[in-house]
């Protein structure tokens, strides 16, 4: 099993609701910029929504207003809830999380194996 593990993707249909989630060691998680991509069939990985360490949210203009990204910090588990699902919005859904390690600013980057999500019309 990977460090990053997603769960709640399934087949829903359009305006239906899901709720992904991500769960990480808390040496991961804590201190963590966590973040949920996609990727629909034949194209590249987009950002959906990135939550920094200290609160700071991100959406992308196609999911404004419909997903909320939160985090659980004593499930050490990101949260991506998403309403009024579109067929747009089919992909596979990726986990990832970003720590820097040390003063000169390095990352270290990790993903999860992904979770489909799939909206029918």
């Known amino acids: 099993q990977g460090e990053l593990v997603e769960s709640g993707g399934g087949l829903v249909q359009s305006g239906g609701s899901l709720r992904l989630s991500c769960a990480a060691s808390?040496?991961?998680?804590?201190?963590?910029?966590m973040a949920w991509y996609r990727q629909a069939p034949g194209k590249g990985r987009d950002l959906v929504a990135r939550l920094t360490s200290d609160g700071t949210t991100h959406l992308a203009d196609s999911v404004k207003g419909r997903f909320t990204i939160s985090k659980d910090n004593a499930r050490n588990t990101l949260y991506l809830q998403m309403n009024s699902l579109k067929p747009e919005d089919t992909a596979v859904y990726y986990c990832?999380?970003?720590?820097?390690?040390?003063?000169?600013?390095?990352?270290?980057?990790?993903w999860g194996q992904g979770t489909l999500v799939t909206v029918s019309s």
């Open positions: 808390r040496r991961i998680f804590s201190g963590s910029t």
């Open positions: 990832y999380a970003v720590k820097v390690v040390n003063v000169e600013g390095t990352g270290v980057e990790r």
